[in-house]
């Protein structure tokens, strides 16, 4: 699948390194501010893949955008199952083009500028990264909110991050330690209850063993969303 990548004829050679301050008098810096101010659209993310297109982390769409414009990443976009790769530019007048048609789907997303609109990209490839990192789950509390899906591994409710907290399984004062095997969502009231106990001892019982994730799982989540979809042919080929 990955022989299949072609460049897109509207990517400009040496522009890659484009330096600080581009021809158009505009830096992504402001565009990027402008939108992290006053839209969601910032707040979405972006797969990116290394030199040899695995999957290796989330970014940030300022984040993704900041890389792309250093001409550090390029877009890989999946249309009509065909994989193009765009630079900045290119991304950007491709942005244009479907712009100008009105050829936007639903799950696109947009930010727009005074002087232009461009497409959030869902997927980006490290030009000049090619390692896979071997923990690339991180052990912390929004990653384990995420795996349990906000969902208290007690009472089994889900609650907003506000009213949840991290439970030692095996509580602290008895040798639990710090991992995704003994800690779990719990909602406050539930935590309370269990106190210094295990579960067993407070007549408790957990919704499933809790155990270290295969992927991200913020990956996992986004992946269930059709706005997502085209990240689905990234993480399965390497899983
Ligand atoms: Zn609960």
Redesign the pocket.
Known sequence: MISGVRRNKSRKKGSRCTPAGNRNGHTPQGHVTQGRRRSPVMQLNVLALNRNYVAVHVLTVPRAFSLLWKGTAEVVNVEQDQYLSYDFDGWRENSELKAELEDRDDTDDWIRSVQFEIQVPKIIRLLLYDRVPRNSVKFNRRNVFLRDEHC?Q??R?RFPRQQLSLDHVMPRSRGGGDSWENIVC??L??NVRKGGRTPQEAGMTLKKPPVKPKRSPLISRQMTQPKYESWGKFIRIHE
């Open positions: 208290c007690y009472c409710k719990a909602c009231s539930c």
